[in-house]
């Protein structure tokens, strides 16, 4: 899951990002609201954090030029203020949720989790692909009754993959989703990370379920692998 943190705080941003980051998703910050909508525009984000007080666009307005411009990822609005009004605007401008300032971390990991499972189209807490198990919350992959350790890379990667199948997927979407701003672009990553998975999470089962489609990317069988090979 990628996410971008909107926050003109410099200290305040790097905290959501690191705390982010240890709870395995992608974090890219922009400190203005102009930096926010071009970062947005040219980059597929799973969630976006907005604080309402910024240096140049108020959130208010970043927020309304985000769904102005087609950018409908969700929208979860930071403030300090917890009038009644100011909840009301940011909702009525297109925001997805709320939070005011000072707030518990855990709360904002699980509204972001929440948010990036309805996306355009709400999916289920719990990721499934088959007999194939992946609960974003916990960080807890399984097959059948065999619980899967996974890095954190290994994870977010896995997790591109469950919210989507049946699609195939570049290795640019996958680097998007999986990687931030800060990773130093490599071209063979994807393919990397694709043999650790399919080593610990199909091998082990006798099953192929990332299959490589030859010159357009990779997708996630439905079916987990479980089911009758392609042709």
Not at 180 to 209: A, H, M
Request: hydrophobic share 40%; charged share 30%; aromatic share 8%.
């Amino acid at each position: 899951m990628r996410v971008l943190v909107v926050e003109d705080e410099v200290k305040m941003a790097g905290l959501i990002r690191r705390g982010l980051r240890a709870d395995g998703m992608a974090a890219d910050v922009a400190i203005r609201g102009e930096d926010a909508l071009w970062m947005a525009g040219s980059t597929d984000y799973d969630v976006i954090v907005l604080d309402v007080m910024l240096p140049d666009l108020d959130g208010f307005k970043v927020c309304r030029r985000l769904r102005a411009d087609g950018v409908w990822a969700p929208v979860l609005m930071l403030t300090a203020r917890d009038a009644i009004e100011d909840r009301v605007q940011g909702l009525d401008n297109g925001a997805d949720d709320y939070l005011v300032k000072p707030f518990s971390f855990a709360e904002l990991s699980a509204r972001l989790r929440a948010l990036a499972r309805r996306g355009p189209i709400e999916q289920p807490t719990v990721l499934r692909a088959g007999d194939l198990h992946l609960d974003p919350a916990a960080r807890r992959v399984w097959r059948g009754d065999s619980d899967i350790s996974l890095s954190p890379k290994e994870l977010a990667l896995l997790e591109t993959f469950m919210r989507r199948p049946g699609q195939i997927l570049d290795r640019f979407q996958l680097l998007e989703h999986a990687w931030d701003y800060e990773y130093e672009n490599r071209s063979n990553v994807i393919d990397v990370y694709v043999r650790y998975l399919r080593e610990k999470v199909d091998r082990p089962f006798g099953v192929d379920s990332i299959e490589t489609v030859r010159g357009a990317g990779y997708r996630l069988r439905p079916d987990g692998g479980r089911g009758p090979g392609p042709g």
